[in-house]
């Protein structure tokens, strides 16, 4: 069984910088791919970064040249520089093994509890 704890997020000012981290316990080498999502208020969740032990690493659209996802182990990250106010939203670490990767049943996909990251001035 794994479970993920993500840091504490906070208040930012524009253009600053936070970094997230997400610490997984138990059976953290079975994760395959670890990724950030976000949900703003009255918003759908969205992905903003993942990385599998494959070597794969994605980001959003919005985010790129802005934010960057590491792994070490058991622990995620999401260094976020040049924040802008668009980037408020609670911010979900999900932690998935090959399985659910691929889309194919069985295996886990596992959330965070969640953490809070506002940028205002």
């Known amino acids: 069984q794994v479970t993920l704890v993500e840091s504490e997020g906070g208040l930012v000012q524009p253009g600053g910088s936070l970094r997230l981290s997400c610490s997984a316990s138990?059976?953290?080498?079975?994760?395959?791919?670890m990724a950030w999502y976000r949900q703003a208020p009255g918003e759908s969740r969205e992905l903003v970064a993942e990385?599998?032990?494959?070597?794969v690493i994605n980001y959003a659209d919005s985010v790129k040249g802005r934010f960057s996802i590491s792994r070490d182990k058991s622990i995620v990250y999401l260094q976020m520089n040049a924040v802008k106010p668009e980037d408020t939203a609670v911010y979900y670490c999900?932690?998935?093994?090959?399985?659910?990767?691929?889309?194919?049943?069985?295996?886990?996909?596992?959330w965070g509890q969640g953490t809070q990251v506002t940028v205002s001035s």
């Open positions: 999900n932690a998935r093994d090959f399985n659910q990767w691929m889309g194919d049943p069985g295996g886990f996909n596992l």
């Open positions: 138990g059976s953290w080498f079975s994760i395959y791919a």
């Open positions: 990385t599998t032990t494959g070597g």
